[in-house]
């Protein structure tokens, strides 16, 4: 199946902060990428819809200039998570729509501790 | 927009025995409905899916029931297994082309009494 890969796997950074995640389809173009968000023992909620060559759609209660998303190929989306305090902290997961198959596949997910 | 619930948070089966887990969505122009298994710090894995022209779906041990009517779909597993033990998240999704987002449940701890 698809592949999709996210890098860091986990990272470490401290208040005050800025963190940039990204978000990679290894094998298929991805002109659709979402951003979730899930703390411990909770559900995936999606914090923005990333298209490429556009703006992102955030969702309600996401602050866009806190959670800055650039998706610039067809390939690649980033999550900058900037002046991260330790409400942050959080497993950051994405997933890449594939038009070939018309599916969405999730990455591995990033791990994000801010101390 | 969408709203998923889900039920029971949280599930013990003795092994060998079927659990169910239910979701019921409240938009009726949703026609896409995943269930995903997801183990502690990894990704979210599609286990099964049904789409809204369609009432049961079966893979294996997995089995998935939609009623459109009532708006509410399930996830049947038979003769569990300890490799079974996982949160299970249902979602809803109105797709066109797959593009557009997931609504999530809010997952189902599920665990396989040896």
């Known amino acids: 199946g698809a592949v999709v890969s996210q890098h860091p796997s986990w990272v470490i950074c401290k208040s005050g902060t800025s963190v940039k995640i990204e978000c990679r389809s290894l094998?298929?173009?991805?002109?659709?990428m979402f951003w979730y968000r899930q703390f411990p023992k909770q559900s995936l909620m999606l914090m923005a819809t990333s298209n490429e060559g556009s703006k992102a759609t955030y969702e309600q209660g996401v602050e866009k200039d806190k959670f800055l998303i650039n998706h610039a190929s067809l390939t690649l989306s980033t999550l900058t998570v900037t002046s991260a305090h330790p409400e942050d902290s959080s497993f950051y997961i994405c997933s890449a729509w594939d038009r070939s198959t018309y599916e969405q596949y999730f990455g591995p997910g990033t791990r994000l501790t801010v101390t | 927009g969408e709203n998923v619930e889900q039920h029971p948070s949280t599930l013990s089966v003795q092994e060998g025995d079927s659990a169910v887990i239910k979701c019921t969505y409240s938009?009726?122009?949703?026609?896409?409905f995943p269930w995903y298994k997801q183990e502690l710090g990894k990704r979210p894995q599609l286990i099964i899916d049904i789409r809204s022209n369609v009432g049961e779906k079966k893979d294996q041990r997995i089995a998935v029931t939609l009623n459109k009517t009532a708006k509410h779909f399930s996830l049947h597993i038979t003769e569990t297994q300890p490799e079974d033990s996982a949160v299970y998240f249902c979602a809803a999704r109105w797709s066109n082309f797959g593009n557009e987002k997931l609504t999530f449940g809010t997952g189902t701890r599920l665990t396989i009494i040896p």
């Open positions: 094998d298929f173009q991805a002109t659709t």
């Open positions: 938009d009726s122009a949703s026609n896409y």
